[in-house]
């Protein structure tokens, strides 16, 4: 049997490190050796530092692993950050200054020139520029939570048909807003039509993940994307109602199809995370919903729904997705098996 890798979590007490940590636990290929968080946690076992919030156990082994802070001196060399983007910036780029390899989910560096914004079913190649860094780590990010479920169901869109204009428009979990997130009184019977930073992120992000690398530097892709976010009282599961107009025209089954047949790398090298299909397509007029369809694929599927044709733009359909597995933590581990399933991780097992 393989030996496994070592590896680490940054901001491992908050809600998204808890979830690494929980994904994390009898891993065929990591083995979680070390959590690291704030200073107010560090030297503390895990177990009293922790309001662990998870729907499985605390994993016994983790209970009593003490705190570490979250400086590069850590023993594994590949770590997972769950670090608010409050501090993430400059503690990752310390780590990868020092040798780590830093998987992140945090926002900061998502538009740095030789940082990948990777979802692996989409744009793996992209890993490609991690080659070109002059230090010995690195820093490879995962998109923001809306952005993957979008992205996820336009890939095949863009690849078969062309994606001139996209509209989007978000009803966003609490989830995604941390823990203790949102006080009750605001959310319980209401939506709310603003989540800082968001839209922003939707409206970028995919042009650099369905970009091209050339020549060691991200062409964004040219597409037009509005976007409006709202966040609504659903505990996991971001639905999406997009509306698309193509460069190609196609009929609604040839876009079903193509949705249904995508498979891409994580599916080809059977990776411990991927989802078997990434993209679910229900035809059942009332789907997706996030209480019945958040956890197929454990988490790791994109949903769609309700495709039909716009009188504004050419399709519209619905999209769900996990946002702290496939959008956060899940997403982000994914990413790490695809590394090490490519050779990227090589120099340091």
Known sequence: M???????????????????????????WFELTEVAASDRSSGKKY???????????????????????????????????????????????EFADNGYFVVSNARNHRFDENVPLIIPEVNSEHLEIIKTNKKSGAIITNPNCSTIGLVMALKPLHDNFGLESVNVV????????????????????????FISGEEGKMESEPLKILGELKNNTFDLAKIKISAQCNRVSVIDGHTECVQVK??????????????????????????PSAPKQPIVYLYDEKYPQP?????????????VGRLRECS?????????????????????????????????LDKIL
């Open 47 to 93: 177990s009293e530092a922790v309001n662990w919030i998870m729907n499985t156990p605390l994993p016994e082994k983790v209970k009593e692993m003490i705190v570490q802070k979250c400086e590069p001196n850590l023993k594994s060399r590949l770590v997972f950050s769950a670090l608010d983007s409050s501090v993430a910036g400059e503690i990752e780029s």
């Open 2 to 28: 393989e030996k496994k890798l070592k590896v680490a979590v940054l901001g491992a007490t908050g809600s998204v490190g808890q979830k690494f940590i929980e994904l994390l636990s009898n891993h065929p």
């Open 170 to 193: 978000t009803l966003q979990a609490v989830s995604g807003a941390g823990y203790p997130g949102l006080a009750s009184l605001d959310i319980i019977d209401n939506v709310i039509p």
């Open 312 to 344: 504004l733009f050419d399709y519209k359909f619905v999209v769900l997705s996990h946002n702290t597995v496939r959008g956060a933590a899940g997403g982000t581990l994914l990413i790490s098996e695809l590394m090490k399933a490519q050779g990227y």
């Open 291 to 303: 209480k019945l369809h958040r956890n197929l694929e454990r988490g790791m599927a994109v949903s």
């Open 246 to 271: 193509l460069k190609n025209m196609a009929s609604a089954e040839e876009i079903i199809q193509v949705w249904e047949s995508f498979s891409s790398p994580p599916q080809k090298l059977n990776l």
